[in-house]
């Protein structure tokens, strides 16, 4: 049984765990050599792309269900949201990749559901 006051390092947040300063050397060091994104930068990329792409399958499924009502149509593009939100919450998590391979996979089936299974 845990205790409140037993609290480690591992039950941290990911923001958390990334907020704490480091040594001053070692942070002009990883300045220098660092090419690309940080981790929190890319979880916010990721957060802001899924949250436009779930805005964007809303908008289709609004215009596809104006010219056909059908239960498949809302079947996959309420898939797709669903997994925008599932996205999301990965990323919050420090999930990027695993959330980027989703996000694309996902959509993409979603995209080849739509043209092969609607009519």
Do not use: K
């Amino acid at each position: 049984m845990d205790e409140p006051g037993n609290e480690g390092p591992l039950d941290e947040a990911p923001d958390e765990a990334l907020d704490e300063p480091l040594d001053e050397p070692f942070d002009e060091e990883l300045s220098e050599n660092r090419v690309g994104l940080t981790p929190r930068q890319a979880r916010r990329i990721r957060i802001v792309l899924a949250s436009v792409l779930m805005a964007a399958m809303a908008v289709v499924l609004v215009v596809r269900l104006a010219s056909r009502t059908s239960v498949l149509v809302v079947g996959v593009y309420g898939a797709a949201l669903v997994l925008c939100g599932v996205v999301i919450e990965l990323s919050r998590h420090g999930r990027t990749r695993l959330g980027t391979w989703m996000l694309g996979i996902g959509l993409a089936a979603a995209l080849a559901a739509d043209w092969l299974l609607l009519p």
